[in-house]
């Protein structure tokens, strides 16, 4: 699994199992309004503002080119075969398995593994959670990429967002600042303490060492792990004080560091960036041979679903 | 006294009883000398002097007190400027207060019907909160006020005032974007249950004061964008305000926004796409719009903005030339350079034609003394970039809520310095 597609089994997979009925609703339905972009051959997105009126002609393009990549833009546009006059955009977040902080798998720089897509599986959801429940989002969708997961968020009370809005709600969901106030059973104090308690369960000395220099000290922390994410779990720091050898300023530059790693379960600058083209639900993703695909129900998705025809046919 | 029906004008300069007021009015080089000297005093008011006499005639005044103080701002100011941030500052506190005086006065119905007009609000029952279907937990609401309390620095609190800190009120936290936008809220300092912010009546009064200043803020700019379109100079009492105004903003830096951001080298990561396509050189068909009307402009005014006086040429703002020999003209004659065919090889001509832009005559070797020896030409808005050298328009996220390449350069230029860049 996770290998290059061959210039053929993209062919083949474009022109017998590619169907149009997998392009999710939320794109079919606004098709005519998304610029299209495709990396033809594997040297980059440079086939950029396409614009199809029908699916028939998504569908012509894609039998007939069978793309290395495709992809669709976030925004929707009244011409956006010229990318201009810019409607609304989807909220997106790229959870890549490839990119998490704190990868419970031991693969190098820029490889996945079943074991960090199960994990951005699971990331993906904590932060759908909170978008849902604290935010009040609706019409929230996941897509499987290839090496992660999208959410993408077609709500229109946040389609007008701009940057700076989007910015402030990666901190929120990811919970990537330390709020002042940690106790309070719901709002972002309850997000930042699920996500802290994750991320420590995570964490490994070489983390901690950046920000805690006394050896003895790390030694402490992992030795009182337990004690430490009961803690961050109550959200009553203070009580670190019935932890021997570990202080108030420790746990604070502790929490700092998590709260620095959480920054980094989704990509902030796909979130930023309201032009933006997302890899097209329905499509191959040619460098792991996997297939990009709506996921109805993140809790019962299988990685078998996105295998396409070619690699279960014995072409791994 | 009782409210007079136009007294939401005194807590919304952009309500439609405040239009109205201004659409009346006679143009500002013909209004009275109090309200000239309102635009300027209103910006140095304590406390006490923010309250406002319900009567039509100071309604009047407040209003067209305000629009004058906003575009005189901008006719001697930019956006994100120091100046602008002070009015925006110095609005917010106003409205603050006139809000926490009705309330005190038993107005609070007046209060939620102006500020309903803008943001969504839903009154919470203060016994037994819910908020989407969800229950606030008691030990949260206690929490929520101890909060507030803190923020007040109120240590004890008597039965009329202990209601103003329970929560009582939710927005929906998308009506608050123009704060959010602005980084005078942070949304993890929000208690958000199902999309509402859970409030306390105080959070809401603060919330709809700083909505009011964000507002504020982004009229100045798109007065000063449109003041970009017209070649006309200001009206002389729009330079003086703006001059009297600007005399009145703290000098030392502060932290927070525009405050320590004024001039200074060009940094080129801020451009717009714009500029940096012209940076890279153009084809022949645009090379005289884009090299000298759209980046000289641009680079003279982002390294030489106004600085709180009437800006008609170069040394109104230095006394020193060198930033512009040694700064801009290399970036310009550079792009030039870059330009298919050469610009300044093909057209020598055109060299002084850059310097003629830039108010200094027409000059190759150009000294501080030679400003105004011509116009200095304002950067054109984005309508006429599109219009005059369509392939020069390849908008960012960035450019959707600007209409002049400059405001996008002070723009970015601001935000970095919120987010603590140098």
New interface residues.
Partial sequence: MFRKSTAEERIRFYREEWNRRDVPDFIMHTLSLREFGFDLDGSGPNCRYNQFMMAEQLEDFLKNKAPYSAYASVALYEKPSK??D?LKAELVFDIDAKDLPLKPCKCSAGEVCEKCIEEARVVAAGLADTLK?????RNVNFVYSGRGFHIRVFDD??M??????RS??I??ITGA?V???M???????RV?RERAARAFERLDESKVTEVVKSKRVVQKIFSEREKILGIIKSGRIEDISNVEGVGLETMKKLLGQIAKLNSGLTDGKVT????RILRLPSSLHTGVSMKCILVRSLDSFKLEDAVPKFMREGGA | MALIPGYRAALDPFSKEAKEIAEAAPSFDKIPRDVVDLAVTRLKWSDRERALNPSPEAVNSEVLSFYLMSQALASVSYPYSREVHFAGQSMKNTVRYRIYDLFKKGEEKFCLETIARIVKINELDVAKPRV?G?E??Q??IF??RD?RLQKDGVVEVDSWLLPQYLPKYAV???GL?PI????RL???????????A?LTTRDLWDIYAELIGAKTEEYIQSVYERMLETSAPPLPVLTEVGGRISSLVPKAPESRGGFSMQGGKLRPEFFPPCINLVLGGVGSGMRNFAIVMLLTSFLTYARFPPRGRLVTKISDTTDDISPLKEEVAPLIFEAADKCNPPFFRDQPQEKTNVYYHMGLGMTTEPKIGDSGRSKWYRCPNCTKVQISAPPLC?????C??IKNPLTYYFRKKS?SYKNGGS
């Fill in positions: 990318r201009e810019w429940n604290d935010l009040g989002l009370s946040v007008q967002l701009g940057q700076s809005e402030q709600v901190n929120y600042t709020p002042p106030q106790t309070m059973n719901l709002g972002y104090s930042f930023v960036d309201t032009k | 989407a969800v606030i937990p030990q949260d929490k929520i909060k929906h936290w998308t974007s959010l936008r602005h980084g942070d949304m993890t300092d929000m208690y958000l249950v199902g999309g509402w859970v390849r908008p960012d996220e960035f959707r809520s935000e």
